[in-house]
């Protein structure tokens, strides 16, 4: 293949502007504010998910309370009517000593279910206080989320501008050169990762390349059209 010395002299410039492009995209893919706002997106969902938890416990712990406190209510008016037959002294003697002895048992349960709701009440007052710092803790993570957001579009937009200058300037100059010539530079840069290499007196200039006494020869001996493609290494060769 044949191209005017100047152009492959291009494929330099085009080269650096695809390591331009490639960096850019690096940096899109690896945004520090893109990570946060990904590390935050994720601990918020965790974090609602606790919340979900949370509140079906005091939601549970409440009803356990309601109950409890509903028993108590029950044995008092129990208790409040046991004692109402008893002062009314219209039973027998039997009678009114098996009253007696039901409201003996009555105090008894009523201090036990009383003591299960009091209980229960603390639970309840455990749950809502946890549930409360998780939902603080919900507030300053959509703040720190908006703050990310807010900066990831930034520095998004910012390296987005440059990506798509690098790119226009790199279509303009690819649709410059001969298309054979830039199909040559694409099929090496996918074939070695290097698409072009400069050399001059025999040696690589900028990169580490070693070549053998046949491939200095082979390129000593071309003409200044000839596009060299590096036998060794899979490169385009641009001489100097």
Do not use: W
Not at 59 to 82: G, I, S, T, W, Y
């Amino acid at each position: 293949m044949k191209a005017a010395p100047e152009d492959q002299a291009k494929l330099l410039d085009l080269q650096d502007l695809d390591k331009t492009i490639a960096g850019l995209k690096h940096e899109l893919a690896t945004l520090p504010a893109a990570q946060k706002l990904k590390e935050i997106t994720t601990i918020a969902a965790e974090l609602q998910n606790e919340i979900v938890l949370a509140t079906s416990k005091k939601n549970d712990l409440a009803r356990a309370q309601k109950n409890a406190e509903a028993e108590v209510d029950k044995v008092q008016e129990r208790a409040k009517m046991q004692r109402q037959r008893l002062d009314s002294g219209q039973s027998s003697p039997k009678e009114m000593e098996r009253i007696q002895e039901e409201l003996t048992q009555l105090a008894t349960r009523q201090g036990v279910l009383e003591d299960a709701a009091l209980e229960a009440m603390d639970a309840v007052d455990q749950a809502a206080e946890q549930l409360e710092a998780l939902k603080t803790r919900q507030a300053q993570l959509s703040e720190e989320k908006t703050s990310a957001a807010g900066l990831a579009t930034h520095e998004t937009e910012e390296i987005q501008a440059k990506l798509d200058a690098a790119q226009n300037e790199r279509d303009t100059l690819a649709e410059s050169l001969p298309p054979e010539l830039v199909d040559e530079y694409e099929a090496c840069r996918r074939s070695s990762g290097i698409g072009v290499a400069e050399v001059h007196a025999g040696r690589s200039i900028g990169i580490q390349l070693m070549f053998s006494v046949a491939e200095i020869s082979r390129i000593e001996a071309a003409a200044p059209d000839e596009v060299i493609v590096s036998e060794d290494h899979e490169v385009i060769l641009v001489r100097r």
